[in-house]
């Protein structure tokens, strides 16, 4: 093969290369800029965020290891939305959307307004909504935030089954350990608060 092509190879195989290196490592900076604020909201409950997902003016992250729990921040106009959630306090997670008919053309197609991940607790806590997408300040056409409340619905139900297992185990263990043991007085000692205690006066009727 002649040494021009060889050689016009390697350099436009080394400039993809760069490229994708520089891309990579910008991307980074934007992740790292980007979840900055969660880590830092994370941190300020003693957390750190083990899975996150980020979206247009959104950000969400949990803390699976310790304190199992989630963090929100989402930016509206006017406005930023903070949510801490503690996990071992839900008793339920569901994806919830709005949706309504709109006639296109001659067809009749669904439209959603709103997506929120709506959380239950146990002892009668208000429910908590997190709003994944709203059409009246994001953009019209959805860029996958149905996909992320379903997938962020289901993780939150798997983690409120392992914290109801986790509970269900110390309870048994609670049951299962063994009384403790109470040693009997010994002669000696027996002897001594005999030997300090009163006598009871008694009294008689004349």
Request: contains cysteine.
């Given at each position: ?29 934007r992740d790292e800029k980007t979840l900055e604020p969660l880590l830092k909201f994370a941190s300020e409950h003693n957390s750190e965020i083990s899975q996150y997902n980020s979206w247009d003016k959104t950000i969400i992250g949990v803390d699976t290891n310790e304190t199992s729990r989630l963090f929100f921040i989402r930016n509206i ?130």
């Open positions: 093969m002649d040494l021009n092509i060889i050689l016009g190879w390697s350099i436009t195989l080394l400039a993809i290369t760069l490229l994708i290196f520089f891309i990579k490592v910008k991307n980074k900076k106009p006017g406005m930023e939305i903070r949510e801490t959630i503690n996990l071992l306090e839900v008793s339920d997670c569901k994806m919830v959307k709005a949706e309504r008919k709109v006639k296109y053309q001659k067809d009749t197609v669904n439209v959603i307004d709103r997506i929120q991940l709506v959380f239950s607790f146990y002892k009668h806590k208000s429910e908590i909504r997190l709003e994944f997408y709203n059409e009246d300040y994001d953009q019209l056409t959805l860029s996958g935030e149905l996909q992320l409340a379903q997938k962020w619905a289901s993780l939150v139900k798997d983690i409120i089954i392992k914290n109801r297992e986790l509970k269900d185990k110390k309870r048994e263990n609670a049951g299962t350990n063994p009384l403790v043991e109470i040693s009997p007085l010994s002669n000696l000692e027996f002897a001594k608060k005999r030997k300090y205690k009163r006598p009871v006066k008694m009294g008689y009727a004349v």
